[in-house]
């Protein structure tokens, strides 16, 4: 699915009367949740009513999100809620819009900072490098009860602090890329 925006820039998904979303670009039927995991994966789609061909884009994605706080991941609190309907009407609606997705990239834009200076803190975090010795001995503690393995003390070499910090590197690099593909 994550290729079909790449190649092909914006997907268009058709919605039927009795209520199927079709793929037009994978010719299948697909559901609200494939279209939420779209979403995470940053794959654009065009949501059309296929009878009359308007655009049920906006109309979906409140449904989504309308589903997914239902389903008890909710996100949006009760008060934000009250103070976005009492937007509806109000001489500044037109201005929530662009204001919310500022919000919303400055936000994203945190998190990405936030994210950059806990993996440069772990890093240099001596606890981090504690944790890391004590998972190597663990492993050469198991390593010994099971048959046919060479004996702890062969396998175990004393780390330098160097080598320690270039694995916590590593591991943590490893993490990201973990977070960075959930989060996408």
Excluded: W
Aim: aromatic fraction near 6%.
């Amino acid at each position: 699915m994550a290729s079909e925006s790449k190649n092909g820039g914006t997907v268009i998904i058709k919605k039927y009367a009795n209520r199927r979303l079709y793929n037009t670009s994978t010719s299948s039927y697909i559901t609200l949740d494939h279209l939420a995991q779209m979403v995470k994966e940053n794959i654009d789609f065009k949501v059309m009513d296929a009878k009359t061909g308007a655009d049920l884009t906006h109309a979906i994605l409140t449904q989504i999100i309308m589903e997914e706080e239902a389903a008890g991941e909710q996100m949006l609190p009760t008060n934000f809620l009250r103070q976005l309907i009492s937007m509806y009407g109000n001489s500044m609606q037109a201005f929530l819009p662009g204001y919310l997705e500022a919000s919303m990239d400055h936000f994203r834009e945190n998190q990405a900072k936030m994210r950059k200076a806990i993996e440069e803190s772990i890093g240099s975090n001596p606890l981090a490098q504690i944790a890391q010795r004590n998972m190597e001995m663990f492993k050469a503690a198991a390593a010994a009860f099971v048959p046919g393995t060479h004996a702890a003390s062969e396998d175990v070499k004393p780390a330098t602090e160097a080598d320690d910090l270039d694995t916590l590197r590593k591991q943590m690099a490893d993490m990201q890329k973990k977070l960075d593909q959930l989060s996408n």
